[in-house]
């Protein structure tokens, strides 16, 4: 997008429901995480305000990255595509250096900085979304034609897909695709090609999920969680007794039995168990409703955005929380199997919080131009 001596006539103030959205969801995550780990952190730590501070460091981080990104341009960041690709592989591929990578649970997901761990598979979600925005609103483009237009970032993606489900994280990975599998259908890829790609995709993605022996024992589980209480089913049979004594008003906040050593990670993946809990169906359908609003919110930014690379950034970048939120929900109640996908700004961690609060500063400054 060509600027001119116009462009702070055009720039507006952002969309503030975004903003303050996300900020009633991080402010509410930050008492959700101390609420879901005291316990834990004092008993393995001997510091029950330790998961606390370490999600309070990332917050502010995210919190300033989310500012900064609001006031850039939004077509600057074309300019940085080949280097964030560039960037995004050199990363997936430092988790498996010695005395750089970081292995936990026999996965390789991490990268260590200084005192921090960093999840490079976040910054490709952010990565990818801004390469393929980029590549399929160039305008000789011609989205009839697959392999001069949709094809090069379902390539670059598929990739990168490799890579992360080499850590081994199908989760992850699989949430990418989908991400970019919905930027291509809002660049409007016609129906038959997508339809083709559906068709080839979904042995691919069976495949994936039968071809290890712990993801087929994931896939029973999700079916009878109780044919397995103590191994498989054991995290989603935790979990839904968690979210039953819940009601409509919850046991009380800070009064979760789960969190006392039934619940693995409670504070992670599985914090969305503990908030039905203490706060009830009422606090679980606040967190839902409050995603509601910031998806709204973000799609309406894409139908208004002033060029195609806008509103292609602004729908990915949304797709991104959506794509979380829907796949962590799921999962805590008993609708899909398990995968390693954290609640955005609510669930315990930093390279994730800070991406998604990143692309939300990006999204708030596509508001500012929209018609």
Do not use: C
């Not at 999600?55 to 964030?84: C, D, E, H, T």
């Not at 970081?102 to 005192?115: F, L, P, Q």
């Not at 693995?264 to 039905?276: S, V």
């Not at 706060?279 to 060029?307: C, H, M, Y």
């Amino acid at each position: 997008m060509k600027k001119t001596s116009t462009e702070n006539e055009l720039r507006k103030p952002p969309d503030f429901a975004i903003f303050f959205t996300v900020l009633i969801l991080v402010g509410f995550g930050l008492v959700m995480v101390f609420s879901a780990s005291y316990i834990l952190s004092l008993e393995s730590r001997g510091d029950p305000f330790f998961f606390l501070r370490r999600q309070a460091f990332w917050v502010v981080l995210g919190l300033a990255g989310m500012i900064a990104a609001s006031n850039i341009g939004y077509w600057k960041w074309r300019k940085l595509v080949l280097p964030m690709l560039v960037v995004n592989f050199i990363l997936l591929g430092a988790v498996y250096i010695p005395g750089i990578g970081i292995e936990i649970n026999e996965a390789s997901r991490w990268i260590g900085v200084g005192g921090f761990s960093i999840q490079p598979a976040e910054f490709s979600k952010l990565a990818l979304i801004i390469f393929s925005a980029a590549f399929l609103s160039r305008k000789n483009i011609r989205i009839e034609n697959f392999w001069s237009s949709s094809f090069i970032p379902l390539a670059f993606t598929g990739g990168t897909f490799l890579l992360i489900l080499a850590q081994p994280d199908l989760g992850t990975a699989l949430a990418l695709a989908l991400i970019v599998g919905i930027m291509v259908f809002a660049a409007g890829i016609p129906w038959k090609q997508l339809i083709s790609l559906l068709f080839v995709s979904t042995p691919l993605v069976l495949y994936l999920m039968i071809s290890k022996e712990y993801r087929m024992r994931r896939i029973f589980s999700f079916l009878d969680p109780w044919s397995d209480p103590l191994d498989t089913g054991y995290h989603i049979i935790q979990s839904l007794y968690a979210l039953g004594p819940g009601g409509l008003f919850g046991v009380g906040l800070g009064r979760s039995r789960q969190k006392l050593y039934y619940l693995p990670e409670p504070q992670n993946d599985f914090i969305f168990a503990i908030i039905g809990e203490e706060l009830g169906f009422l606090g679980a359908a606040t967190v839902i409703l409050l995603f509601f609003i910031l998806i709204w919110r973000g799609f309406k930014t894409s139908l208004t955005a002033p060029d195609s690379y806008g509103s292609l950034l602004a729908a990915g970048v949304t797709a991104m929380v959506a794509v979380q939120a829907l796949i962590n929900i799921g999962v805590v109640t008993g609708s899909i199997p398990i995968t390693g996908i954290n609640l955005p700004f609510i669930s315990a961690g930093g390279s994730s919080l800070f991406f998604t609060m990143f692309g939300m500063g990006i999204l708030m400054n596509i508001s500012r131009y929209s018609r």
